[in-house]
């Protein structure tokens, strides 16, 4: 059975696409201010998850360059369609492992090569969703500064993925 809290992450993800609905490559190319470009946000949640779990957790990386979207990475502006084949690759792959995860291995930490230590595994997947739900706000603000109608109201299809105890 799924983890709840991937689970959640898998909900959040949803959430993330969903909130792209409509976004044009010209719109996704846009920057405000310091504000990420939208493009770049979803490149910067690729490299997320490639880090997480599949460099860190399988000693793997599957797009090298998703390396230029990393935290402290200078702003850009790469192309939207090419950010979400990147994420959804990314995401594809994570999957398998994310299924394997169970309380117990929640609690432990990688044993990667260059894998950190300190946090959790689980406190790492928190994490994950967390720093989703921070760019999603973002990627909202942006489209309104765009002017982009019709924005999604969230939460969305939460009934979709339920409470389930452990």
């Given at each position: ?12 993800r ?5 909130a792209?609905e ?5 719109d996704?190319?846009?920057h405000?201010?310091p504000m990420?470009s939208?493009?770049?946000?979803v490149?910067?949640?690729a490299w997320?998850?490639?880090?997480y779990?599949?460099?860190r957790?399988?000693g ?17 502006t790469p ?10 690759t990314?995401?594809?792959a ?9 309380p117990?291995?929640l609690?432990?930490?990688?044993t ?9 595994i689980?406190t790492?997947?928190l ?8 760019h999603l ?7 309104q ?21 452990e």
């Amino acid at each position: 059975m799924t983890h709840l809290l991937v689970a959640q992450l898998r909900f959040t993800r949803s959430e993330f696409v969903r909130a792209y609905e409509g976004v044009s490559a010209e719109d996704a190319g846009q920057h405000f201010g310091p504000m990420n470009s939208l493009s770049w946000i979803v490149g910067h949640l690729a490299w997320h998850e490639q880090l997480y779990w599949i460099e860190r957790s399988q000693g793997k990386v599957l797009i090298p360059d998703l390396h230029q979207y990393g935290f402290g990475a200078p702003p850009s502006t790469p192309p939207l369609d090419a950010m979400w084949q990147a994420w959804y690759t990314v995401t594809l792959a994570a999957d398998a492992y994310l299924d394997t995860l169970t309380p117990e291995l929640l609690q432990g930490t990688w044993t990667a090569p260059n894998a950190p230590t300190g946090e959790n595994i689980g406190t790492r997947l928190l994490r994950m969703i967390y720093h989703y739900w921070y760019h999603l706000g973002e990627s909202q603000a942006i489209r309104q500064l765009i002017n982009n109608d019709d924005l999604p109201s969230f939460i969305g299809n939460i009934s979709a993925y339920p409470y389930q105890p452990e």
